[in-house]
């Protein structure tokens, strides 16, 4: 797999924030540390696209939106609890 050099600007805030997270032992170095956040933020993505599709093929629900949204709090509830 071919590889492409970046160059990014950061503040000084975030650029603390990346060398701690390095220092904790969580990274090796900035890149690693990009790199998770990018296969995270591609893990959201399949996970939302998932979700979607799913959705779709569903169908239309009969339900009102009340009691989509009184389900939605009860499951809401039981994982929060």
């Given amino acids: 797999?071919?590889?492409v050099r970046k160059t990014i600007t950061l503040t000084d805030q975030q650029d603390e924030w990346i060398k701690s997270q390095i220092s904790n032992g969580d990274y090796t170095n900035d890149s690693e540390y990009f790199w998770d956040l990018i296969r995270r933020d591609q893990d959201k993505f399949r996970a939302l696209k998932t979700a979607v599709e799913k959705g779709l093929a569903s169908g239309?629900?009969?339900?009102?939106?009340d009691e989509?949204?009184?389900?939605?709090?009860?499951?809401y509830q039981a994982t929060n609890d």
């Fill in 60 to 65: 239309v629900s009969n339900r009102t939106v």
């Fill in 68 to 75: 989509i949204w009184a389900e939605a709090e009860r499951h």
């Fill in 1 to 3: 797999m071919a590889t």
